[in-house]
């Protein structure tokens, strides 16, 4: 749903997306409540419910990313991401409750309508940046950006290896004081019309799309974000019943799947805090999070006693906060100088819904072919040492495109000033 909610983003603002997203859940929700048969609710519940979830998260996204294009995204993002893992904390509590003094259905009811009204007033607090053009009338030449905040136009003669089109010529957005910038975002900047150029930050949607289908690094990314989608819903989906399996009452395994989430809220504390001083780039510890997630799952084939499950499943829940939550801090990273917002919003959200459909039926698919965990359990491993494979091999081509770059802009081929 993501790029078709990018396109939404263009000719709505976020709080009209948010809200929108909300009335399709609570409508969702209280179909629900009144279907004669489960099969109606695959599109009541999952269908509206699932695309309801999807309006609102990308309208969040794409607005927090514009607020906090640069330096405290990290931060912000993880105020936001948060936020969902409480909600889920508070409402599987709230909801037991209210099934077992009112019954599924009413309570359905009850929650879609809670669910609204608090939507539909924290969703006016949401308020979009000022532009540019916002900020001048305003202060006048004060709100304009200072000589060395701007993107001076540059033409630049790029040679290529088709001999039949020896030369391109391409119109970039680029700070000529500084080299390092240039090499690295030199190759996007050949391929992609710059936003802030164009002076819009929902621009070129469509084109965007056709731009991540025909390179490289959305692809490593979809892929990486995909597969390590589909570990951790296995993980998320079959640890009840693996707990189940070793003996394990429904109130301890309610406890444990508990404090899950409380690792998972730990985990995106921690990273909201120290998310903007991290001594690398956070997409490494994306890649460290897959490669100790498959010493999760190692560990599920010995742990025994409820104590061990309580650890596990508090490391466990730290390690998915990184692709839960502050993985839309590592897409911002890697692709905001060649996307959009509403770009980046689509990377950040469209791999996990892959995943997700993808990683439902095989976790159960897995078992009933293996009949046992432990060789689930293995191949799962595998998907996550493909998924950091993928995500490493987004700074392995970026490195090499800038490299090659360097090369062109220290030759004959220097910017020229318009």
Not at 103 to 116: F, K, P
Not at 221 to 226: D, L, Q, V
Request: charged share 15%.
């Amino acid at each position: 749903m993501s790029p078709l909610t990018a396109l939404l983003m263009m000719r709505m603002k976020a709080v009209k997306l948010v809200i929108l997203g909300h009335v399709i859940i609570c409508v969702g929700y209280l179909l629900t409540s009144i279907v004669p048969a489960l099969g109606y609710a695959v599109f009541t519940f999952g269908v509206m419910g699932g695309v309801g979830v999807n309006f609102v998260t990308h309208a969040v996204t794409g607005l927090v990313l514009e607020w906090f294009p640069k330096d405290n995204f990290s931060r912000a993002n993880g105020i936001s991401v948060t936020g969902t893992s409480t909600g889920m904390l508070a409402y599987s509590f709230l909801l037991s409750t209210c099934i077992t003094q009112f019954g599924w259905r009413r309570a359905l009811r009850y929650i879609s309508v809670g669910t609204l009204a608090l939507g539909i007033m924290a969703s006016f607090f949401l308020t979009d940046p000022p532009t540019e053009d916002e900020g001048n009338n305003e202060g006048g030449d004060e709100g304009k950006p200072g000589v060395d905040e701007r993107k001076q136009i540059t033409l630049e003669t790029v040679e290529t290896l088709d001999p039949d089109h020896p030369t391109e010529r391409t119109l970039v957005g680029e700070d000529l004081g500084d080299e390092e910038e240039r090499c690295e975002t030199h190759e996007d900047r050949i391929h992609t019309p710059s936003c802030e150029v164009k002076g819009s930050s929902s621009c070129f949607v469509d084109w965007e799309v056709y731009h991540m289908i025909t390179h490289i690094d959305p692809w490593a990314w979809t892929i990486g974000a995909c597969l390590a989608m589909v570990g951790w819903t296995f993980f998320t989906i079959n640890f009840a019943s693996f707990m189940d399996g070793h003996g394990l009452s429904s109130d301890r395994i309610a406890v444990v799947i508990m404090f899950f989430a409380i690792g998972e809220i730990g985990g995106k504390v921690l990273f909201t805090v120290v998310g903007d001083h991290l001594p690398c780039q956070r997409l490494y510890f994306l890649v460290a999070s897959v490669f100790l997630g498959t010493i999760a799952l190692g560990v599920m084939t010995v742990v025994q006693t409820f104590q061990q499950m309580m650890a596990l499943s508090i490391f466990s829940g730290f390690l998915r906060s990184l692709i839960y939550g502050h993985s839309n801090a590592v897409v911002a990273d890697i692709f905001f100088k060649t996307y959009s917002s509403n770009g980046v919003a689509i990377l950040a959200l469209f791999p996990y819904g892959i995943g997700s459909l993808i990683g439902a039926p095989l976790s159960g698919g897995l078992y009933d072919i293996t009949g046992n965990y432990i060789l689930s359990l293995v191949v799962i491993a595998a998907i996550f040492f493909c998924a950091a494979f993928a995500f490493l091999t987004i700074e392995f081509h970026r490195r090499l495109a800038s490299r090659d770059c360097c090369c062109f802009s220290s030759g004959k081929n220097r910017p020229v000033l318009l």
